[in-house]
């Protein structure tokens, strides 16, 4: 069968208007930082540079606290929640305004396909804003008491890997509920959150009432380190989330974490085998797989393995890798050289200890940092491809005869984030959902997000939870 090429579908740039600098947002101004460091963000999918960033150190992020705190006592905590919901409104329907500068954005910094900063992205983050909007006047129906009380100051630690979405599900909650923040962006994609405070601006949002500091590591550890901090709120890996829940336990602040993961997504025998493949590649190649829920262990009923094997495998050679700013895209960019070389190091680990290693014929870009959709067979349990977080496009196959046993496997690992169970049958969904210890099952779907559904971890996936009423709690003094 002759197969048809596409044409290419560049999603024009001309719409973002870049600074060559960025200071820092601080008291609703941008001003330099204290010791005049920077550094470069670039665009992983080509390695321009986009623009130099400020690097906050410790007397910045003490004068964000400072600039929060005030903010804090003298103005937001003194509005009332229908003084509050108009911001929130207002910020929601400026991003709504602005999405398609915001979606070109964020897909020149992160390497994410424009299709999905667009149409997964940036809506989300409007609807978090929205959503929360509605929250800020209601917080006593929210079943925390009848007047609950906002904690005072909260410092944000953010991924790269949804930027501005990650910035929503941080700051939208936290001035639902009357606090003043500030946020830490990840050093590869601070320029999304950069625009959101113009955004702020725009919306005439009190100057103080959210601060950003741009810089690397050593800026989070100030920031949730400072004493000025009522509440941490940190996503990314489990190895700093621990180092942030070890520094934070001898202080009152309240931490939430959201941390790592290691999804399966699971297959039964009469689940609709081409209504799963979309669900098996949703879940690992959505956003290159740096998703912390993806479903990166496939376990597949022994009785159907071949023919979902063969059926995947037949779908990731259409999958279309490249430039993230065309609207045909699937697979964009690994978002860092660094996340490369660590795909690329439990990818061959993964060979090495046994499993089979399969790709599609698939040219990578020569500048850039790329990885091409892989699937490992023969993966045991206890290969590290099969334990460890890889944060890319590389899922590992596994088999099971019984649901006991899928819940068996699903459940060996030290994460607990998300699942996916795939079967026609409702009682065999309630009974897997009762059994698996991850804070979301998806039944016959994957990655599906919303504002009003909470999102977290157990085990070594963090605690507390975002989004939704209980992600209120969070942030109340309750
Ligand atoms: P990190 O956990 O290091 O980064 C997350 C955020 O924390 C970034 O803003 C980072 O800054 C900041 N940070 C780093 N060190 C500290 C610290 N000591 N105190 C406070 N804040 C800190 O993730 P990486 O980006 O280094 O990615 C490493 C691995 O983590 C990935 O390969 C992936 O496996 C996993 N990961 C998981 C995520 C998830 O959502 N589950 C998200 C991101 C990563 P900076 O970016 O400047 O280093």
């Known amino acids: 069968m002759p197969k048809f090429e596409y044409a290419p579908a560049p999603e024009s740039r001309a719409i973002v208007s870049l600074r060559e600098s960025y200071g820092l947002f601080i008291d609703g101004e941008f001003s330099p930082g204290a010791d005049g460091r920077a550094f470069k963000t670039i665009s992983p999918a080509t390695e321009e540079v986009l623009a130099e960033v400020t690097e906050a150190g410790p007397a910045d992020v003490d004068r964000a606290v400072t600039a929060a705190r005030k903010a804090y006592e003298h103005t937001w905590s003194q509005l009332p929640g229908q003084e509050r919901a108009k911001y929130l409104f207002r910020i929601a329907r400026i991003i709504q305004e602005k999405a398609r500068e915001l979606a070109v954005l964020e897909s020149l910094d992160n390497g994410k396909p424009i299709r999905e900063s667009r149409d997964v992205d940036i809506p989300l983050v409007a609807a978090h804003f929205f959503y929360h909007a509605g929250w800020a006047d209601k917080l006593e129906y929210a079943g925390y008491g009848p007047a609950p009380r906002a904690l005072g100051v909260a410092g944000q630690v953010i991924p790269w890997n949804f930027p501005l979405l990650m910035l929503a599900w941080k700051i939208a909650p936290a001035l639902a509920c009357g606090n003043t923040v500030v946020l830490k962006p990840a050093e590869t994609t601070p320029l999304t959150a950069l625009a959101f405070a113009e955004i702020c601006q725009q919306a005439d949002l009190p100057p103080g009432v959210v601060n950003i500091v741009t810089g690397a590591g050593e800026t ?80 597949v009923q022994e009785s159907v393995y071949a023919e979902v094997l063969a059926s995947l495998q037949r779908r990731l050679a259409t999958l279309r890798l490249g430039d993230p700013l065309d609207k045909n895209t699937d697979v964009g960019a690994i978002n860092s050289a660094a996340q490369l070389a660590k795909i690329r190091e439990l990818s061959e680990v993964g060979e090495a200890e046994g499993a089979q290693r399969w790709s599609p014929p698939c040219e990578l870009p020569v500048k850039g940092f790329w990885f091409p959709p892989t699937v490992f067979t023969g993966v045991s349990q206890a290969h590290r491809i099969a334990r460890e977080e890889i944060f890319g496009p590389v899922l590992s196959v596994l088999t099971f005869r019984t649901p006991a046993e899928a819940v068996e496997k699903a459940n060996n690992t030290p994460y607990g984030l998300s699942a996916g169970v795939w079967t026609e049958k409702g009682s065999l969904i309630l009974w897997m959902a009762s059994r698996l210890r991850a804070g979301v099952v998806w039944a016959n779907t994957f990655n599906k997000f919303d504002p009003t559904s909470p999102f977290g971890g157990y085990k070594e996936s963090g605690y507390g939870r975002e989004g939704g009423r209980h992600g209120l709690e969070a942030y109340l003094d309750v």
């Open 220 to 299: 989070g550890r100030a920031l949730v380190t400072h004493p000025g901090i009522d509440k941490v709120a940190f996503t990314g890996s489990t190895e700093v989330g621990k180092e942030i829940a070890r520094a934070c336990a001898p202080s009152r602040k309240k931490v939430t974490l959201e941390l790592g993961g290691k999804a399966a997504n699971i297959v039964f025998e009469d689940a609709p085998v081409d209504q799963a493949v979309e669900g098996i590649v949703n879940g690992i190649f959505f956003n290159q797989g740096h998703v912390c829920c993806a479903g990166s262990r496939l376990l």
